[in-house]
């Protein structure tokens, strides 16, 4: 595998009127109502909070985003045959420390935005050269030509992609999906990493033996959030196809799937939380690169994967864990300890699944943190 990082081109987005004019118009035309009066949260979107997106969406300014995303250097390249697009950031020291850092769903780059400054910025001696690549299928990363794109063969193309930009060793970061991706990246590509920082931990690896009670506390309520909450994920994983088809026509619908999970996941008692304008710019990024349907395939490809659903063994690369209190079901101590060599382990004190977007100070000070904790173990 190889990149070609000569053919490696400066991006710049650039939304065309017609699609945001035909957004506007369908978003006009909407008919939002909620099943029952007094809806319940628990259900699902509700039509107050789905009207209030809806609205701030139609007036929404999409040039003022798109220039902001734009002054972030931003390339595609050919990697492997599958175009990926990335924004690639130099820090300010002259021996800046290389760190891919990767999203999940529902979000994409430009979560991750707010951490270019906070770790490009020299601080004790310490920057950050900063990568942070689109996953295939979302954003303006090619979607995936045939089955196959998954878990395991995305943490070979940000091998390939740091390989390609000159970095042969390299920190990497992910949630949800982006963990998934940096595990894989653990278990076949120790040689190339410096170290991991994740977001939680996994809670669906093999139920241990010698399993504590708070562990078995803990697996319970991952159980029974998996029958009340988790549905959304086994469709992605069977019917992909299905649900694209309704969610990838209405921008109403694609603001209800994917709003719900912003509100439900993230901490609403964080001052700043996930603005609405960070949620229009994130929802017209979905609808028009039409990245929903890739999006929710990945889940497809990650639950076909073998290696995701079975943890690797602890092989020595220093291990991170940062665990925000909103997030869907924080892990305690313990169960990190089984499956990782853990150099770290954060508590956070606000904060839920979409740290980027909610809290990058304390996401950017605990990846500041790690690395200093690997510098002295090593």
């Known amino acids: ?38 809806p319940n949260a628990m259900l699902g979107a509700c039509s107050d909070r789905l009207n209030q997106i809806i609205e701030h969406w139609i007036s929404f300014d999409w040039r003022k985003a798109e220039a902001e995303i734009n002054s972030v250097p931003a390339f595609q390249s050919e ?65 995936p030509k045939q089955s196959g794109l998954n878990i395991t063969r995305i943490a070979e193309l940000w091998t390939a992609l740091m390989k390609g930009l000159g970095y042969t060793r390299f920190f990497a970061h992910g949630s949800d999906m982006g963990a ?10 120790g040689d190339s990493l410096l170290g991991i920082h994740m977001v939680n931990v996994n809670w669906f690896y093999p139920r241990p033996d010698d399993i504590t009670s708070l562990e078995e506390a803990y697996l319970k309520s991952a159980q029974a959030w998996q029958m009340q909450e988790g549905a959304y994920a086994m469709l992605h994983a069977s019917k992909p196809q299905t649900i694209a088809a309704a969610l990838r026509d209405s921008p109403v619908g694609l603001a209800a799937w994917i709003g719900e999970k912003l509100d439900a996941w993230s901490d609403s008692s964080h001052a700043d939380g996930i603005t609405l304008d960070a949620i229009c710019s994130l929802l017209t990024i979905y609808w028009a690169t039409d990245s929903i349907g890739p ?20 092989q020595g690369v220093p291990v991170a864990v940062a665990v925000f209190p909103k997030d869907i079901l924080p892990a305690p101590r313990s169960w990190g300890e089984r499956w990782y060599d853990l150099t770290r382990w954060t508590e956070m004190p606000s904060g839920g699944h979409f740290p980027g977007f909610e809290v990058p100070d304390l996401l950017a000070d605990d990846l500041r943190a790690f690395v200093r904790d690997v510098s002295s173990r090593n």
């Open 295 to 314: 999006s929710m395939y990945l889940y497809h490809e990650a639950f076909s994967d073998s290696g995701v659903m079975s943890p690797p063994p602890k």
């Open 79 to 143: 990697i492997d045959g599958t175009h990926i697009h990335f924004l690639h950031v130099r820090g300010q020291g002259e021996n800046s420390i290389p760190i891919v850092l990767t999203n999940g769903w529902p979000s994409c780059f430009i979560e991750l935005m707010p951490l270019v400054p906070l770790l490009t910025r020299e601080v004790d001696g310490v920057s950050f050269d900063v990568v942070i690549p689109s996953l295939p299928g979302y954003g303006f990363s090619e979607h």
């Open 180 to 189: 998934g991706v940096v595990e894989r990246l653990r278990a076949n590509h």
């Open 1 to 38: 595998m190889h990149v070609n990082t000569f053919a490696a081109k400066s991006f710049q987005i650039h939304i065309s009127d017609d699609v945001l004019n035909d957004l506007k118009s369908r978003l006009k035309q909407s008919r939002v109502s909620d099943i029952l009066p007094n």
